[in-house]
Protein backbone atom coordinates (compact mmCIF):
# COMPACT_ATOMS: atom_id res chain seq x y z
CA UNK A 1 0.00 0.00 0.00
CA UNK A 2 1.09 3.22 -0.43
CA UNK A 3 2.61 5.48 2.09
CA UNK A 4 0.97 8.46 3.22
CA UNK A 5 1.95 11.69 5.49
CA UNK A 6 -0.76 10.90 7.94
CA UNK A 7 -0.31 7.00 8.55
CA UNK A 8 3.71 7.87 8.63
CA UNK A 9 2.16 10.31 11.12
CA UNK A 10 0.50 8.49 13.43
CA UNK A 11 3.16 5.31 13.48
CA UNK A 12 5.71 7.45 13.92
CA UNK A 13 3.46 9.71 17.43
CA UNK A 14 3.06 5.85 18.83
CA UNK A 15 6.66 4.74 18.09
CA UNK A 16 8.56 2.80 20.97
CA UNK A 17 11.16 2.05 19.46
CA UNK A 18 14.23 2.80 21.19
CA UNK A 19 14.47 4.06 24.95
CA UNK A 20 14.17 7.99 24.09
CA UNK A 21 10.42 6.83 23.84
CA UNK A 22 10.49 6.19 27.73
CA UNK A 23 11.58 10.18 28.81
CA UNK A 24 10.15 11.85 25.81
CA UNK A 25 7.23 14.43 26.35
CA UNK A 26 6.27 14.87 22.91
CA UNK A 27 7.49 13.01 19.67
CA UNK A 28 8.44 15.89 17.11
CA UNK A 29 7.46 14.58 13.49
CA UNK A 30 8.06 17.80 11.97
CA UNK A 31 6.98 21.06 10.14
CA UNK A 32 6.63 22.60 7.37
CA UNK A 33 5.02 22.02 3.77
CA UNK A 34 4.59 18.68 2.65
CA UNK A 35 5.42 19.57 -1.07
CA UNK A 36 8.76 21.81 -0.22
CA UNK A 37 11.60 21.73 -2.46
CA UNK A 38 13.55 21.97 0.40
CA UNK A 39 14.07 19.48 3.17
CA UNK A 40 16.13 20.77 6.35
CA UNK A 41 17.04 17.85 8.89
CA UNK A 42 18.50 18.60 12.40
CA UNK A 43 20.05 15.93 14.82
CA UNK A 44 16.61 15.47 17.28
CA UNK A 45 14.63 17.89 19.38
CA UNK A 46 15.84 19.65 22.15
CA UNK A 47 13.77 20.79 25.69
CA UNK A 48 11.21 23.09 23.80
CA UNK A 49 10.73 21.12 20.93
CA UNK A 50 10.09 18.02 23.59
CA UNK A 51 7.57 20.39 25.26
CA UNK A 52 5.99 21.80 22.22
CA UNK A 53 5.81 18.40 20.21
CA UNK A 54 7.54 21.34 16.83
CA UNK A 55 11.19 21.09 15.71
CA UNK A 56 13.32 24.24 15.98
CA UNK A 57 11.02 26.50 18.40
CA UNK A 58 14.06 27.08 21.29
CA UNK A 59 16.82 29.80 20.61
CA UNK A 60 18.39 27.80 18.01
CA UNK A 61 14.79 27.83 15.99
CA UNK A 62 14.42 31.31 16.30
CA UNK A 63 17.96 32.14 14.95
CA UNK A 64 17.22 28.94 11.93
CA UNK A 65 14.14 31.14 11.32
CA UNK A 66 15.79 34.31 10.63
CA UNK A 67 18.59 32.64 8.69
CA UNK A 68 15.68 31.28 6.52
CA UNK A 69 14.71 34.92 6.07
CA UNK A 70 17.86 36.16 4.99
CA UNK A 71 17.49 34.12 1.72
CA UNK A 72 13.91 34.59 1.10
CA UNK A 73 12.05 31.14 2.46
CA UNK A 74 10.41 30.93 5.89
CA UNK A 75 8.39 27.72 7.17
CA UNK A 76 5.63 27.60 4.73
CA UNK A 77 7.98 26.98 1.84
CA UNK A 78 10.45 24.26 3.45
CA UNK A 79 10.45 20.66 5.66
CA UNK A 80 11.97 20.35 8.71
CA UNK A 81 12.35 17.36 10.42
CA UNK A 82 15.05 15.38 12.35
CA UNK A 83 17.50 12.60 12.45
CA UNK A 84 15.29 11.38 15.76
CA UNK A 85 12.23 12.54 16.58
CA UNK A 86 12.65 12.05 20.54
CA UNK A 87 14.45 14.10 22.72
CA UNK A 88 17.97 12.89 24.15
CA UNK A 89 18.18 13.28 27.58
CA UNK A 90 20.50 16.13 28.61
CA UNK A 91 20.60 16.99 24.94
CA UNK A 92 23.55 14.22 24.37
CA UNK A 93 24.16 13.45 21.01
CA UNK A 94 21.95 10.51 19.91
CA UNK A 95 23.45 7.33 19.93
CA UNK A 96 24.05 5.43 16.51
CA UNK A 97 20.95 2.80 18.11
CA UNK A 98 18.46 5.81 18.19
CA UNK A 99 19.52 6.66 15.16
CA UNK A 100 19.21 3.74 13.44
CA UNK A 101 15.66 2.87 15.24
CA UNK A 102 14.15 6.17 14.03
CA UNK A 103 16.22 6.68 10.40
CA UNK A 104 13.40 4.90 8.94
CA UNK A 105 11.15 7.79 9.89
CA UNK A 106 12.71 10.20 8.01
CA UNK A 107 13.64 8.11 5.06
CA UNK A 108 9.52 7.87 4.83
CA UNK A 109 9.35 11.81 4.74
CA UNK A 110 11.71 11.98 2.29
CA UNK A 111 10.01 9.96 0.04
CA UNK A 112 6.70 11.31 0.58
CA UNK A 113 8.00 15.03 0.17
CA UNK A 114 11.08 14.23 -2.85
CA UNK A 115 12.37 17.19 -2.00
CA UNK A 116 14.94 18.81 -4.89
CA UNK A 117 17.94 20.31 -2.33
CA UNK A 118 18.54 18.72 1.44
CA UNK A 119 20.39 20.96 4.08
CA UNK A 120 21.62 18.84 6.58
CA UNK A 121 22.05 21.16 10.03
CA UNK A 122 25.09 20.00 12.01
CA UNK A 123 27.58 17.67 12.05
CA UNK A 124 25.39 14.63 13.29
CA UNK A 125 22.90 15.07 10.77
CA UNK A 126 25.63 15.00 7.72
CA UNK A 127 27.34 12.34 9.23
CA UNK A 128 23.27 10.65 9.12
CA UNK A 129 22.84 11.79 5.81
CA UNK A 130 25.83 12.65 3.45
CA UNK A 131 28.72 10.77 4.80
CA UNK A 132 29.68 8.83 7.72
CA UNK A 133 33.06 10.28 7.76
CA UNK A 134 31.50 14.25 7.06
CA UNK A 135 33.62 17.04 8.34
CA UNK A 136 31.40 20.06 9.21
CA UNK A 137 34.47 22.25 9.97
CA UNK A 138 36.04 21.76 6.33
CA UNK A 139 32.78 20.78 4.31
CA UNK A 140 30.13 22.83 5.83
CA UNK A 141 28.61 24.29 1.91
CA UNK A 142 30.10 21.54 -0.37
CA UNK A 143 27.37 20.10 -2.54
CA UNK A 144 27.11 16.90 -3.15
CA UNK A 145 24.59 14.60 -5.33
CA UNK A 146 22.65 11.81 -4.59
CA UNK A 147 20.05 10.51 -6.58
CA UNK A 148 18.61 13.50 -8.35
CA UNK A 149 19.10 15.61 -4.70
CA UNK A 150 21.33 18.09 -4.05
CA UNK A 151 22.51 17.39 -0.38
CA UNK A 152 24.78 20.23 1.78
CA UNK A 153 25.35 21.29 5.27
CA UNK A 154 26.10 24.07 7.27
CA UNK A 155 26.57 24.51 10.79
CA UNK A 156 24.11 23.77 13.39
CA UNK A 157 21.94 26.82 14.29
CA UNK A 158 22.88 26.31 18.33
CA UNK A 159 26.84 26.09 17.02
CA UNK A 160 26.56 29.61 15.68
CA UNK A 161 24.54 30.53 19.44
CA UNK A 162 27.76 29.05 20.77
CA UNK A 163 30.55 30.69 18.11
CA UNK A 164 29.46 33.74 16.22
CA UNK A 165 33.00 33.39 14.71
CA UNK A 166 31.21 30.74 12.02
CA UNK A 167 28.30 33.17 11.31
CA UNK A 168 30.76 34.84 8.19
CA UNK A 169 31.37 30.89 6.58
CA UNK A 170 27.09 30.17 7.11
CA UNK A 171 26.44 33.08 5.78
CA UNK A 172 27.98 32.26 2.22
CA UNK A 173 26.66 28.61 2.54
CA UNK A 174 23.30 30.26 3.00
CA UNK A 175 23.70 32.46 -0.44
CA UNK A 176 25.18 29.34 -1.64
CA UNK A 177 21.38 27.18 -0.78
CA UNK A 178 19.62 30.42 -1.86
CA UNK A 179 21.25 29.91 -5.74
CA UNK A 180 20.72 26.21 -5.44
CA UNK A 181 16.83 26.79 -4.87
CA UNK A 182 16.88 29.62 -7.66
CA UNK A 183 18.39 27.79 -9.92
CA UNK A 184 16.34 24.31 -9.54
CA UNK A 185 13.00 25.33 -7.80
CA UNK A 186 11.89 28.12 -9.78
N1 LIG B 1 18.15 21.14 17.50
C1 LIG B 1 17.87 20.19 16.57
O1 LIG B 1 18.76 19.58 15.99
N2 LIG B 1 16.58 19.96 16.30
C2 LIG B 1 15.57 20.61 16.88
O2 LIG B 1 14.43 20.34 16.55
C3 LIG B 1 15.91 21.59 17.84
C4 LIG B 1 17.20 21.84 18.14
Request: a negative charge; aromatic letters at 6%.
Amino acid sequence: MADSWEALKQECMACRGCALADTRNHVVFGDGAEDADILLIGEGPGQHEDEQGVPFVGRAGQLLDDMLEIIGLDRTKVYIANIVKCRPPQNRDPLNVEQDACIGFLRRQTALLRPKIIVCLGRIAAKAIIKEDFKITVEHGQWFQRGGVQMTAIYHPAALLRDVNKRPDTFEDLKSIQAKYRELCR
